[in-house]
């Protein structure tokens, strides 16, 4: 038996612990088999010896981050520790270094949280096109809005377009009050709420007032040609083949494009094809244009999202083996209709 105490003299306490103790419930969740106490500004930890180390080790990844940042969500509180289901856990290289993607207003730090995030931002040096797919809650618009913003102020581009298909997830789009502009504006709030996190509020009214920075439905993109610019198709799965090929068109010479989707969420009425599948399988291997897939260990927001997200991959397999199944039964009994079939004409 071994027992170790960590003192939390350098952070908030309260930013360790979380709102009525959140985050140390986490922490003794995910090391069931140690006793953990807390003092004050202490925490005591009891148990086997290896255990105790690696609490130490993760607990210590803890305190560097809020000795960085000031501020931890339960979320990534809960990543930094590991995940107790599968045992993911971030190896982002928690003293600092290359992950800051951007400084947003009063100092705040955009960073890549993750390896696939992380990832975006290497290849977005290299490449002129970025195909990032992966499911919700994974930072694919955030990451793609703070690339784009880092490569204005560093005046890489002349301007930022971000861009979505307009598609009525299940509301109708005419109903909604307003003018043309109000009633798309829903559709991109997810944009204006990255761009709030990065740039103040006189600069960003600036740079839209005079157009440095565009956001627009993906309708509006036809004949134009995008240049100097760093351009963002955001829910992608969401744009048809014929969508998908005219915005990849309209891409200048001097321009970089993230095109971002999750695959399981097309609003798309069940008569039309989302066309991002077939750009992401028909484009590999084209120099210049990168493939990134995001996935559960990416997700950045609840930490329930993850889970949420494993419980419908769950689902999703049982119906997709159910579907394979019945498909083998028409066959089985086609083949056999056929033999009979065949039987009977050779009498």
């Known amino acids: 038996m071994t027992e170790a105490i960590i003192n939390l003299e350098t952070v908030n306490p309260i930013e360790f612990f979380g ?124 990451t793609a809005v703070a690339l784009a913003v880092r490569a204005l102020k560093n005046k890489a581009v002349r301007k930022i377009i971000l861009t979505r298909p307009a598609v009525e997830a299940g509301e109708s789009l005419g109903f909604l009050p307003g003018d043309l502009k109000e009633k798309i504006d829903p559709y991109l709030r997810p944009l204006y709420d990255a761009l709030d996190d990065m740039l103040p509020s006189d600069k960003l009214n600036y740079y839209m007032a005079n157009r440095i920075i565009e956001i627009a439905p993906l309708a509006y993109m036809r004949g134009r040609t995008l240049d100097n610019s760093f351009i963002i198709l955001d829910e992608a799965q969401n744009s048809t083949d014929l969508q998908l090929k005219m915005f990849l068109t309209r891409i200048g010479p001097s321009a970089k494009a993230i095109i971002t989707g999750d695959l399981t969420q097309v609003d798309l009425p069940k008569n039309q094809r989302s066309g991002l599948g077939k750009a992401t399988r028909i484009l590999k291997g084209i120099d210049g244009i990168a493939h990134i897939e995001l996935d559960e260990s990416d997700v950045v927001r609840h930490r329930l999202v993850k889970s949420i997200i494993r419980a419908y991959d769950k689902e999703q397999n049982v119906e997709d083996e159910l579907e394979e199944k019945k498909f083998q039964e028409r066959a089985a009994m086609y083949e056999k209709n056929r033999e009979r079939f065949d039987q009977r004409n050779s009498k």
């Open 19 to 142: 709102i009525n103790n959140n985050k140390f419930d986490i922490l003794k969740r995910k090391f069931p088999l140690l006793k953990i106490l807390s003092r004050g500004s202490q925490i005591k930890l009891s148990g086997q010896p290896e255990e105790v180390a690696n609490a130490q080790v993760k607990i210590g990844q803890v305190i560097k981050y809020l000795e960085r940042n000031g501020h931890l969500s339960e979320s990534y509180f809960s990543q930094i520790l590991g995940d107790e289901e599968t045992g993911e856990t971030i190896t982002e290289d928690l003293s600092g270094g290359n992950d800051i993607l951007v400084f947003g207003p009063n100092g705040k730090v955009i960073r890549a949280k993750t390896q696939n995030q992380k990832l975006m931002a290497s290849v977005s040096e290299k490449n002129d096109i970025i195909f990032a797919i992966g499911p919700a809650g994974t930072g694919k618009t955030y």
